[in-house]
């Protein structure tokens, strides 16, 4: 595994506590995010990536069959000095967990997990997918197990939400809707608590979703009660830790107008909630070859003495296959310049920023990056540009 002692992402991945990789969907957001947990390994770091993205590409770009809901170690070698894990993020488990710990006692916690409301709205709960990737990038933080914490986020939009999540919990609860849902779920409390939304309305409810699902739905909230304040405790750590100088978000996009656009929406969107960009990775980038075409004949004469294969061409032959490299060659040349064109705009874009952040090249490579050693190769690459 190629584990040279300097390359342009060092800087980024021991500076930074967390990083957060952001982009639209087929731009390496999820190779990204694994190098550089990858890299912080290799410079001694214990880092764990961490994927939200229902694709699950990670186990792949890892050479992993499968991807547990449980961090995992990433065998690395014995030369390298740190460690890496990988952990495919699970809404259900995190919430699962959230209750276990925050409840205020284990029958309270039993009554909220064994709730068939509580499992079906914990899985499709709008917005709780969301939140409890935010609960989990939090958890890891406070653990203190890791030196470097990666996220790889979703495609474009949900990527946002999933920003958005602790917002949107904290204006909620702190709502005048948040708070009367608040108070009617303590008036409920105690024995005869049911009861008291007795009458016309339970009955007139319970016509359209059945007696079971608001009987669930009741008991859930009475359960849930208590966990209010700690939810709204959480999601205003979680809100101070994106937006502190210990996190820093890397906007992934290539060099094509489409995922361009989307990063400059990131970007400023970042910059509207008050989170800091620490740099912009343009992956599939073409770069050029610096060849002469004029050496390319004498180039292949000479080579040809040493490959005894390409002396059995006669030299007609051999300046066709000149003529094809100079024609691949311009072609390289052509695509070099268009994508040194389209990252124009972005590169001014990292420079606005105070202090201006770094925009890194990462080359197109011809093969899929699907192991270690390709990730290492990917991180290896990079160039500032």
């Known amino acids: 595994m190629t584990t040279d002692s300097n390359t342009e992402l060092d800087e980024l991945v021991t500076n930074q506590k967390i990083l957060i990789?952001?982009?639209?969907?087929?731009?390496?957001?999820?190779?990204?995010?694994?190098?550089?947990?990858?890299?912080?390994?290799?410079?001694?770091?214990?880092?764990?990536?961490?994927?939200?993205?229902?694709?699950?590409?990670?186990?792949?770009?890892l050479g992993m069959h499968k991807m547990p809901d449980r961090a995992v170690s990433v065998d690395l070698g014995e030369d390298t000095e740190g460690s890496m894990q990988a952990l495919m993020f699970d809404a259900q488990v995190t919430f699962d967990e959230v209750v276990r710990k925050h409840a205020k006692n284990s029958k309270e916690r039993d009554q909220i997990l064994k709730n068939p409301f509580y499992k079906t709205a914990s899985k499709s709960l709008s917005g709780a997918h969301e939140y409890m990737a935010m609960e989990r990038l939090l958890m890891l933080h406070e653990s203190?197990?890791?030196?470097?914490?990666?996220?790889?986020?979703p495609p474009s939009i949900h990527a946002l939400d999933l920003l958005r999540a602790p917002d949107k919990l904290l204006n909620f609860l702190e709502s005048t809707a948040g708070r009367t849902f608040i108070r009617a779920a303590k008036s409920m409390s105690g024995g005869l608590g049911l009861f008291r939304l007795s009458g016309l309305m339970a009955r007139g409810v319970s016509r359209f979703v059945g007696s079971n699902f608001f009987g669930d739905l009741l008991s859930f909230i009475q359960n849930f009660e208590g966990m209010y304040p700690g939810f709204r405790e959480r999601a205003g750590r979680v809100k101070r830790l994106l937006r502190s100088k210990d996190t820093g978000f890397v906007v992934v996009h290539a060099p094509e107008e489409a995922t361009l656009r989307e990063a400059y929406r990131f970007d400023a969107e970042l910059k509207k909630e008050g989170m800091n960009v620490k740099g912009f990775v343009a992956n599939k980038v073409h770069v050029s070859a610096q060849f002469d075409p004029d050496k390319a004949q004498p180039t292949l004469e000479s080579i040809s003495l040493e490959h005894p294969a390409l002396a059995l061409y006669d030299s007609k032959v051999r300046k066709r296959i000149v003529k094809k490299i100079k024609g691949l060659n311009q072609q390289l040349e052509f695509l070099a310049e268009q994508d040194a064109l389209a990252l124009h705009e972005i590169s001014t874009r990292a420079k606005a920023h105070t202090p201006p952040v770094p925009v890194y090249l990462v080359p197109h490579f011809t093969q899929d990056l699907h192991d270690v050693d390709g990730l290492s190769r990917f991180a290896c690459s990079a160039t500032l540009g």
């Open 21 to 61: 990789c952001v982009g639209s969907g087929g731009v390496g957001k999820t190779t990204t995010s694994a190098a550089l947990a990858l890299r912080a390994a290799q410079r001694g770091l214990r880092s764990i990536v961490v994927t939200v993205d229902p694709a699950r590409r990670l186990a792949n770009a």
């Open 144 to 153: 203190g197990q890791y030196d470097l914490i990666v996220l790889d986020t």
